[in-house]
């Protein structure tokens, strides 16, 4: 059997009608960028994500990079990320010009730990940016509670964690602002690149739109020097049809995630945890083992697709060598990048599919 790391032709069959009458009306609109579709699809994901406001951009890295320019963070700040994530949101940082300061994950849970933030704020500190990694939400009350207590703002990176909650609360309505990708792979994933800004800050939603229209408010009137990043009206049309199965789709992943749980008994692996604050939507089923490599060549021998998030930590990467971060220095996130494997996780993957993963695993 072959099971592919990730497959997009499940979902693509069951909304095959709607993705196409998406194309036909936008075609037939004849109207591409900042129109209604874009509209439709705002409103929509505000009220998914339990916000007031939602901002369409043309992907991820800017949805983050907007909102930390609308807070007006710039050159000469500090930001707060998770020294394990993915290399964009510590990019969106470095494009206001702001530094990113790495502080380490729970080992458990992968996500930034609460209980490291303090000892990282200086004077220049002015945002913390939690990550809500692989679908499970951070450990939202004591985060806010910091940011707080010491005046900074709070921007949520939700690109891999479409509807998941903390506390019963859907993730991306806690902070000033959250980022939101729309990357084919994601949860909700366009059919190309795009992504959002969510808000409750109206001043705030206003000043990322025109940050992203060229720092326009009207047209030919500019009052930042702003980017190009908007939501095209053929992806906004194409999310609107995927939005109504948001639920289904993290639903499924949540079964696939459960089977997974129960069947995986190789004690050479170990499972992700779930704290009892957070209902995760599984962007990705994440495995640890010291012998992750053999692991992985296991899995590929018998046809199976695996990943691994992320092999290389950002502070070891070479284009952030600026910050002079030694090897060893973030020994968490170290450790998580050589140990940790990706396995397949999909929308309408078959229990038959599940179950071969399942046995593959434990015969390693
Ligand atoms: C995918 C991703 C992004 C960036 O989204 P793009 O749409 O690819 O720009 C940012 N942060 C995290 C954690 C991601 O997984």
Known sequence: MNVPFVSFKPLEKELDSQLRAAFDRVLENSWYIDGKEDKAFEDAFAIYCDTKYCVGCGNGLDALMLALKALDIHEGDEVIVPSNTFIATALAVTYVGATPVFVEPDIRTYNIDPAKIEEKITRKTKAIM???????????????????????????????????TYKGKVIGSFGDAAGFSFYPGKNLGALGDAGATVTNNEELAKKVRALGSYGSDYKYHHIYKGNNSRLDELQAAFLAAKLPLMDKVNENRRAIANRYMAGITNPLITLPYVPEYAVPVWHLFSVRTEKRDELAQHLADKGIGTNKHYPIPMHLQDCYKDLNIPKGALPIAEEISATQLSLPMFYGMTEEQVDYVIDAVNSF
């Open 130 to 164: 939690p990550v809500h990694l692989y679908g499970l939400p951070c450990d939202m009350d004591p985060i806010m509670d910091i940011a707080k207590k010491h005046g900074l703002y709070v921007i949520e990176d939700c690109a891999q964690a479409h509807g998941a």
